[in-house]
């Protein structure tokens, strides 16, 4: 459910609708809507460049905004925080009234929980790392992103690419939150502010990871935010190995996204290490197994016994090593990530 200070400005286009442009004489054809918001609606449709999304509201003053922090974005180096601006314009209606819209690039992919959920949760770190990387670059530019949330995370590639889409919610640093969703709204849950600060988009990237483990957004039970969303942490085991860091996140204790993004290296770091010394242990274990006397050396009840006993332990192992290759898997791609975004 969605609350917003600014007024819903939902523009309905029918498919196969062509819309020119006043100023600039450029026509899109529309093709389906692709989702609605509190500043206006944004459709698919066909342009010169091919397809395009296209952001349409009553609202002359939320567009411009949102093409200023478009414009924002642009100058950002080193990364690509959102879709790139194409076109701003008036779409001059049969009653003669003007509906101000702007053209962006069309990003083709799936949301983050999607994308999580086809390739497993492993890959929210890594997507969780270049996100707070993204933010960070946004936030030093004197912006917080506002309405962080899966559906505003679009994975682009390959390689897989976080991009930040609709920007109704981009508010400068010290003004109140202009849109945002409960689930990932500190306020909702008593944790804070509404107030446009980095601590506010680190709580929402805390409750997208809490999303990514409960898919099913839970609701605020009581007054009681804070143990409610703690103990969902320690209820789930991918999120226990976040423990810490989620604290932190969702108590405002981190400065800024460098600080999140550090703890975050360094408990996969952690884990990798871990894992690979928990798999030098296993194979050694295997070693000392085969090397054990053969099972004719048993009566048949205690050969039928043990044989069962290892089919156990070799599935086991089995999932084990398959773990492990997952976890070095994470790892090389966020090396690869590093490596790129250094490049």
């Not at 609350?3 to 819903?8: D, G, H, P």
């Not at 922090?69 to 879709?83: D, I």
Request: glycine share 8%; proline share 3%; charged share 20%.
């Amino acid at each position: 459910m969605m609350k917003s200070t600014t007024m819903n400005q939902a523009f309905n286009v029918s498919p196969g609708k062509v819309i020119k442009g006043k100023w600039n004489g450029k026509t899109y054809k529309i093709i389906k809507l692709l989702g609605q918001g509190a500043t206006g609606s944004v459709y698919l449709a066909i342009g010169h460049e091919g397809q395009v999304a296209i952001k349409l509201s009553k609202n002359s003053m939320a567009i411009t905004s949102e093409v200023n922090v478009l414009k924002r974005f642009a100058t950002v180096q080193g990364t690509s925080l959102g879709p790139s601006l194409l076109d701003v314009d008036d779409w001059v209606l049969n009653n003669n009234k003007i509906a101000p819209f702007y053209v962006m690039e069309y990003i083709e992919g799936n949301n983050f929980l999607e994308f999580v959920q086809q390739k497993g949760t492993e890959w929210a770190d890594v997507l969780i790392l270049q996100l707070l990387g993204n933010i960070e670059k946004l936030h030093r530019q004197g912006w917080v992103f506002g309405d962080l949330k899966p559906e505003n995370l679009l994975i682009s590639g390959p390689p897989p690419q976080i991009r930040c889409i609709d920007v109704g919610g981009t508010t400068q640093q010290g003004r109140s939150i202009k849109e945002f969703t409960e689930f990932f709204d500190r306020g909702y849950w008593g944790l804070g502010t509404r107030k446009a600060e980095p601590s506010y988009d680190l709580f929402a990237i805390a409750m997208i990871l809490i999303n990514a483990a409960y898919p099913k957004r839970f609701t605020k039970k009581d007054s009681n935010g804070k143990s409610q969303l703690f103990e969902a942490i320690n209820q789930n085991s991918f999120l226990r190995k976040h423990k810490l860091i989620l604290h932190r996140a969702l108590l405002g204790e981190y400065h800024d996204a460098i600080e999140m993004k550090s703890d975050f290296v360094q408990m996969i770091s952690e884990g990798t290490h871990k894992a690979n010394s928990n798999s030098t242990v296993s194979k050694k274990n295997v070693h000392i197994k085969n090397n054990k006397p053969s099972q004719s050396q048993y009566s048949k009840p205690k050969q039928r016994y043990n044989s069962r006993r290892q089919v156990k332990k070799g599935k086991k192992v089995s999932g084990f090593i398959e773990t492990i290759i997952i976890l070095i898997s994470v790892f090389i791609i966020y090396s690869l990530y590093v490596y790129h975004t250094l490049m």
